[in-house]
């Protein structure tokens, strides 16, 4: 064998990427087309809207409009159409600016509301702060009487250990120890008929008892109205209790009283004077005399 064909590069087998084929196990994918090597060309950019756009059109229109008459009626002709273009692309801009000014107002009434959530947060982490001085047993009655928003209420808390401390013990004082619950209540959570009752048959006996309000201060009984059969919640002590509507005049004290007609009352004959009887007996003479024709002159002199 010829010793050039036993050279390396002759021999039968192998993996290319050595010598003179170097490079040739990782050929360019050129399926997409393109050049290697080199970078992408890009063509000018054009807007097909707005002035520019407009004035492309309209020398376009211009050179392809065979002549109209003169030059300004070729110029209309031209120009129609880039014109109407030109306002669909206005009216076009000016909505989609209303959409973004629409979208940048909400999104900065969003932010304005969560900054105030987070204003709130902030505020109730320092009030909770501050009420590390106070009290644990005012702070724990405090979170179990808490508002609707769940804040605890430390005017609540406080009566609750009050109630604890001294009130409880002047309660039984005033009304016996049978007759005060051991435990305080907040009435504001019981303003409905719906919710009384509910309260009544989770206490059996409640009604006629004496409970302290947390809300108030005070001491209130569960009674039941006679009148409507409505049970409610009163002030246990005699001199809370609201008064003022008791002092109301009688029903028919303040009763419009209809003045009768003057005719009504020379009919009946009531609220007459005697000098008023007098004069129409006068009057009534005179007319029967009239008829049996024995008129005479009246006496006008009655006052006399």
Do not use: H
Request: glycine share 10%; net charge negative; aromatic share 8%.
């Amino acid at each position: 064998m010829n010793r050039t064909l036993k050279r390396p590069m002759f021999r039968i087998g192998g993996s290319a990427g050595s010598g003179i084929t170097s490079g040739l196990d990782q050929p360019q994918k050129m399926a997409n087309g393109g050049r290697t090597g080199y970078q992408q060309g890009s063509m000018p950019s054009f807007q097909a809207s707005g002035l520019p756009g407009f004035l492309t059109s309209f020398g376009l229109n211009l050179l392809a409009t065979p002549p109209q008459g003169n030059i300004f009626q070729t110029a209309a002709t031209a120009a129609r159409d880039p014109f109407n273009q030109l306002q669909v692309s206005q009216a076009r801009a000016r909505e989609l600016q209303g959409e973004r000014d629409f979208l940048r107002g909400e999104t900065d009434r969003k932010l304005e509301a969560s900054a105030a959530e987070t204003d709130k947060l902030i505020a109730s982490r320092e009030k909770i702060a501050g009420m590390k001085d106070v009290d644990q047993n005012v702070m724990a009655y405090a979170e179990v009487f808490a508002d609707n928003n769940g804040s605890p209420n430390l005017i609540k808390g406080q009566n609750a250990v009050d109630f604890f401390e001294t009130e409880y013990k002047n309660l039984t004082d005033d009304f016996g120890e049978e007759s005060v619950s051991v435990e305080p209540i907040d009435i504001t959570l019981y303003q409905s008929q719906q919710n009384i009752k509910k309260f009544r048959k989770a206490n059996p006996g409640a009604e006629g008892k004496v409970f302290f309000d947390v809300a108030s201060g005070k001491g209130v009984k569960l009674v039941k109205d006679a009148e409507t059969g409505d049970i409610e919640f009163i002030p246990a002590d005699s001199a809370d209790i609201d008064t003022s509507g008791e002092d109301m005049p009688a029903p028919n004290e303040n009763e419009i009283k209809v003045e009768p007609k003057f005719e009504d009352t020379f009919k009946s004959g009531s609220g007459l004077t005697s000098t008023d009887r007098f004069i129409i007996d006068t009057v009534k003479e005179a007319k029967e005399k009239r008829k049996k024709g024995m008129e005479q002159i009246p006496n006008f002199n009655i006052y006399r």
